[in-house]
């Protein structure tokens, strides 16, 4: 059998480390920032572009697709041609891969700091990014398919399996969910409305934490932790159950994040349902992973690469565990809208994506620098100050929702609500700075990473190809009798795609079609129009600041919610709000119904200093709304899209689309000045309130109507 001399390139796998820990440290020092503006608002300055609504998205994306993405392709790039036997495919593709991934990051966060958001929750990014995005998948998805038809090792890892399912699902999620309709360079409006919109998506914000944060991470543990352990990952067909039984669940599971909302009843049973069985697959997947360790107890406690996967694993384990019991209605009727979700999340993102990706870096910088360590006592101190920033992060949180939830939903004896929102919002100010100092503690513990593996790389030198031989791979393959029928499966990577595809796409085709196509899934309202055109401009100077981090426009059916905020929400109410404003965290109150409750002076004040109007108010001050402009000459071209996108709006009607604007802003100036309040028609203020004050009026104005016909 004829041997081939072939070698690894490490220049990509190094690349991306270093990548990995610098948008690590970018983002989580992002996280800080707004985890302290939370409690000391004055730390939002006071500018644009560092208030906590427009970095809130900057954190989330750097963490996600920053630090996690770079940290996936570290893994992909150095471990795909070690189990294939064979280099990359192309060093060309992989260079744009790397280079055309940190421009897309770059230019995102830049995009989000100056409010340019399409307010899709992991998917802000405007629509010449999602192109891009698209593009450098593709590229990766060429590349890492290229070394796997030219391998040398007929047998696909496991690890290789949650590689091709992550591509292709990731790539079926951003596309669906990324329909939108350019109105300029950098601004577009979602393709879906309201509840569909909603449900599209939570399938792919749900399904992002599945096959970006989870999925491609469970390949890098199948093949770093046996690789630190020098052990077999504990059972194989263990491994094939994982693998099958996730990807189909999972994606089933998003509706779960719309429980008690205007989703149809049907899809949140659904999504409950599949979350609740995705309990046994993930906790296969991490006992596997745990149970590759018997008998190497000894040396988890001296080797700090086993420790980090150790707790990383069980993370997993823990946070796979919360999320189907989170969809449980009784309990999600408690964690939605508050800190547990935040909570959740991070034992997810801190412990198992971020305590595997350092058990990954402190394994494989000395490996590609030829040299040890430079000190594990230092990377032991890592892994203590990591666990306890963890702790102090994720108790304080869960505490904070325990205690909000109680607040909110408690009653006087004589009927009336006991608390008002701004008493629950300084309650929670202690357990925030409680939060924040446990995210320094894990920020310090990643900043003495960084020093160790400097050192580490200095006193090695730079290992850029390993040299390595193996045959060639014989004629066509043809199972013997008695092969284990997932055999035939693993090595035939084509058909591993399709089958993927297909299984991740059943979820999607059996949630989404019917919401689209069945229209009393969505009944409408005769009393909710389109919003004017200083309504619509409004609307997206609120997403333009990031209102939606902090506020909700879903009013629950829970007799508090009802109570504080007004009648409880209806499918019908947002059939024309391109994206969806449903939120996911209640910082501050709702405004489903905020439109008429207080007067235009009011809103004016509490845009320009909140504590004016409520004090104790963490809300960020927006002098710039005073001091902007309203750009009115892209009205035309937002009405002009929202027509196509099925808003009813006249046809020509935008040749007096600004003239309406003009009249409406004049008389919310002119009430304004009944305040002794005086400012100039055309300001972004304006059009702000414009939208404020209309939230809500639709649907009471039918039940006046109804109250009249009575």
């Known amino acids: 059998m004829q041997v081939e001399k072939f070698r690894y390139d490490n220049r990509i796998p190094k690349l991306f480390l270093i990548a990995t820990i610098f948008w690590g440290a970018v983002g989580m020092l992002a996280g800080l920032l707004i985890a302290f503006q939370l409690a000391f608002p004055a730390l939002n300055f006071d500018l644009p572009f560092t208030t906590f609504g427009r970095v809130r998205p900057v954190h989330t994306n750097a963490v996600i697709f920053a630090f996690v993405g770079n940290g996936i392709f570290t893994a992909v790039y150095y471990s795909l041609p070690r189990l294939l036997k ?111 919109d909603a449900l599209v998506q939570w399938w792919y914000g749900h399904n992002a934490v599945a096959f970006f944060l989870t999925t491609p991470y469970l390949g890098l543990m199948y093949y770093f932790l046996p690789k630190a352990a020098e052990r077999p990952i504990y059972s194989y067909r263990l491994s094939i159950v994982h693998f099958w039984s996730l990807i189909f669940i999972y994606i089933w599971a998003g509706p779960h994040h719309l429980l008690y909302t205007a989703l149809p009843e049907w899809a949140q049973s659904l999504g409950t349902a599949f979350s609740v069985m995705l309990l046994l697959p993930s906790w296969g997947g991490m006992l596997n992973g745990l149970f590759t360790l018997r008998g190497a107890w000894d040396k988890v406690r001296e080797d700090p690469v086993l420790k980090f996967f150790v707790v990383a694993v069980t993370c997993y384990g823990m946070s796979t565990f919360e999320g189907p019991m989170l969809s449980l209605k009784n309990v999600n009727a408690i964690s939605h809208y508050s800190d547990w979700t935040v909570a959740h999340v991070h034992i997810g993102a801190l412990g198992w994506n971020g305590f595997l990706t350092f058990g990954m870096a ?243 004040n509490h845009m320009l200093d909140p504590e004016s109007m409520a004090p104790g108010s963490v809300m960020p001050k927006y002098p710039w709304l005073f001091e902007n402009k309203l750009d009115i000459s892209t009205t035309n071209s937002k009405i002009h899209a929202m027509r196509k996108l099925g808003v009813p709006y006249p046809i020509g009607y935008e040749k007096e689309a600004n003239e309406e604007l003009k009249k409406q802003a004049t008389d919310i100036t002119n009430n304004l000045a009944k305040d002794k309040i005086k400012i100039s028609s055309d300001k972004e203020i304006i059009a702000l309130i414009a939208y404020l004050q209309r939230l809500g009026k639709d649907i009471k104005g039918e039940e006046k109507e109804s109250l009249a016909s009575k």
């Open 86 to 196: 064979t280099p990359m495919w192309s060093n060309t593709l992989s260079k744009i891969h790397f280079w055309g991934w940190q421009l897309i990051i770059a230019v995102g966060a830049t995009t989000l700091l100056l409010g340019y958001t399409t307010a899709k929750e992991y998917a802000e990014l405007e629509w010449p990014l999602d192109i891009a995005i698209t593009v450098i998948w593709v590229v990766f998805g060429i590349n890492m398919f290229g070394t796997i038809f030219t391998r040398r090792e007929r047998h696909l890892y496991v690890a290789i399996w949650f590689y091709i399912a992550s591509w292709v699902t990731v790539a079926m999620l951003h596309i669906v969910n990324s329909f939108e309709l350019p109105v300029s360079l950098l601004k577009s409006y979602s393709w879906y409305a309201g509840v569909q």
């Open 362 to 604: 402190y394994w494989l910088v000395p490996r590609l620098f030829s040299t040890n360590l430079y000190s594990k006592k230092m990377a032991a101190q890592h892994f203590w100050l990591g666990t306890l920033g963890i702790v102090l992060y994720a108790i304080p949180m869960y505490w904070a929702a325990f205690r909000s939830y109680f607040m909110m939903s408690a009653f006087t004896p004589e009927g009336q609500l006991q608390y008002q929102f701004i008493d629950v919002v300084q309650s929670m100010i202690p357990f925030y700075i409680l939060r924040a100092i446990g995210g320094s503690i894990y920020l310090l513990g990643v900043l003495l990473m960084v020093y160790n593996l400097v050192k580490t790389a200095k006193q090695g030198s730079f290992l850029k190809f390993e040299e390595a031989e193996a045959p060639r791979l014989g004629k066509a393959y043809k199972p013997q009798p008695g092969t284990f029928w997932h055999a035939v499966i693993e090595r035939k990577p084509t058909l591993l795609l399709i089958l993927s595809l297909i299984v991740v796409g059943l979820g999607g085709i059996f949630e989404l079609i019917p919401t689209f196509l069945v229209k009393s899934n969505v009944p409408t309202i005769a009393s909710v129009k389109p919003y004017t055109p200083l309504e619509l401009q409004g609307r997206d100077i609120y997403i333009r600041e990031g209102c939606y981090n902090c506020h909700s426009q879903m009013i629950r059916p829970f007799r508090y919610e009802v109570t504080r905020y007004g009648e409880y929400s209806k499918a019908g109410e947002f059939v024309y709000d391109h994206p969806f404003q449903w939120g996911s965290k209640r910082t501050g109150p709702d405004l489903a119904r905020i439109g008429g409750k207080y007067p235009d002076s009011w809103h004016f």
